[in-house]
């Protein structure tokens, strides 16, 4: 009877069931780890096949699927998405209503959920309160450069993460987001926002060999001081104020060169302005594919990001960058700069509305002694990893799971 009762006792894995719009760049490998290195017994429940599939991007104006792999080493389905335009820019654009009856079929201890604003996340919600499954949410919001909420928003936002038994923040910015909506500091847990080290690793001699071939390719310098721009060319992530600074500065650093990584809509406003820089200043590659970006990295020797938009909720770029060991430009709006960029530390904070700031910094940029950036860069993006962000969500999960589960 001893035995019989310490066997049905005993703590078992938790089952944690994963709700993600479709597979990206920088969640595939994290649960690739996750599966690997922890306890939990990792599902993942896709809404969209966006990324493993070829599908245009409107805002990169190219169609793409990724080259890396999105999709081994841990358990995942593809939910059927009745939408007739699936993606986030509606609410409609996650419409699965079958995923449900996949959630009780696995019987999870709990749910990771991503999102809120589509009608499958709503549903999900709905459906885990009413089986008493506990949700763990995961979101980036911030409030930087953004009025604080309507009193009548405030309400609905309360409303909802008072749904969730945990959350997990990804930064300084976003957890003050949640404190302002009153999510309890019990139930706020530390994972931060972490890109695939393996591929971002500085010690790959490959992709120091491709960045100089490629620079040898563009007729680039190796003493020249590189600035790098990787992204869509949108007017919110400001690349034409970048130029119109670069060019401004150029005269006193006439070595210097501007890489444009990307492709959208800015893409014919920024080839006429370039126009006007020195032949070599200021070169344009078309969108890399993520096994293409270590080696766009390495060719630079500054990463920019001056983005003005407030969809900028994070950046990851920019850890991208960090990991293979370049100080980073950003505007105050980025979500990532509080933690990761400190002004004259790791990189360079200007105001995202300040023009003459952004070419006061970039000048700064260009004139720095970047050699004891690196050192510094590299010893805060150590903490911006998966270990770290795993171990948040392992106490997330532990928090509201009961005793017989143990993570």
């Given amino acids: 009877m001893t035995v019989a009762a310490t066997a049905v006792s005993a703590p078992r894995s938790p089952v944690l069931a994963v709700v993600l719009s479709h597979p990206t760049q920088y969640y595939s490998p994290w649960f690739r780890w996750l599966a690997a290195r922890t306890t939990l017994r990792l599902h993942v429940f896709y809404l969209w096949k966006f990324g493993v599939t070829a599908t245009h991007d409107p ?3 190219t169609t793409f699927r990724w080259d890396v792999d999105l999709l081994g080493g841990y358990e995942h389905e ?9 993606g986030a820019e509606s609410f409609w654009g996650f419409d699965n209503p079958v995923l449900p009856a996949r959630l009780a079929a696995l019987r999870p201890d709990a749910i990771l959920l991503f999102g809120y604003n589509w ?27 953004r009025p604080f909420p309507s009193l009548l928003r405030r309400l609905l936002l309360q409303t909802l993460f008072r749904q ?7 930064g300084a910015a976003n957890r003050h987001y949640f404190n302002l909506l009153g999510v309890p500091a019990s139930r706020l847990f530390f994972a931060p926002h972490a890109v695939n080290h ?4 500085p010690a790959e001699s490959t992709h120091l060999t491709a960045a100089r071939a490629l620079r040898a390719q563009l007729g680039i310098a190796p003493t020249a001081r590189v600035v790098l721009f990787a992204g869509k060319f949108v007017g919110n992530k400001q690349p034409r104020e970048l130029l119109a600074a670069f060019l401004a500065l150029h005269p006193q650093h006439p070595s210097s060169v501007l890489v444009f990584v990307g492709d959208g ?3 014919a406003a ?7 820089a020195a032949p070599g200043a200021v070169h344009f590659l078309p969108f890399a594919n993520q096994s293409e970006m270590p080696a766009r990295y390495r060719l630079a020797d500054i990463f920019a990001l001056p983005s003005r938009g407030h969809y900028e909720t994070w950046g990851l770029a920019v850890n991208e960058a960090m990991h293979l060991g370049l100080p980073c430009l950003v505007s105050d709006r980025v979500g990532c700069q509080a933690d990761l960029v400190s002004d004259g530390d790791t990189g360079w904070v200007f105001p995202a509305e300040d023009y003459s700031a952004l070419r006061t910094k970039l000048g700064d940029a260009l004139s720095a002694d970047l050699p004891s950036f690196r050192a510094r ?4 993006i150590a903490g911006y990893t998966y270990t770290q962000a795993s171990a948040g969500l392992l106490q997330a999960v532990a928090s509201v799971c009961p005793p017989s589960v143990r993570t």
């Fill in 59 to 61: 805002r990169f104006q």
């Fill in 119 to 145: 009608a499958t996340h709503l549903r999900t919600i709905l459906w885990a309160r009413l089986h008493r499954i506990p949700i763990v949410f995961r979101g980036d919001s911030h409030l930087l450069g």
């Fill in 270 to 276: 920024l080839v006429a302005l370039a126009a006007r």
């Fill in 164 to 170: 969730f038994s945990a959350v997990t923040f990804v």
């Fill in 78 to 86: 593809f939910v059927p998405n009745r939408s007739r335009s699936p």
């Fill in 377 to 380: 860069v590299a010893l805060r």
């Fill in 198 to 201: 393996e591929l971002f690793d």
């Fill in 265 to 267: 809509e800015e893409r």
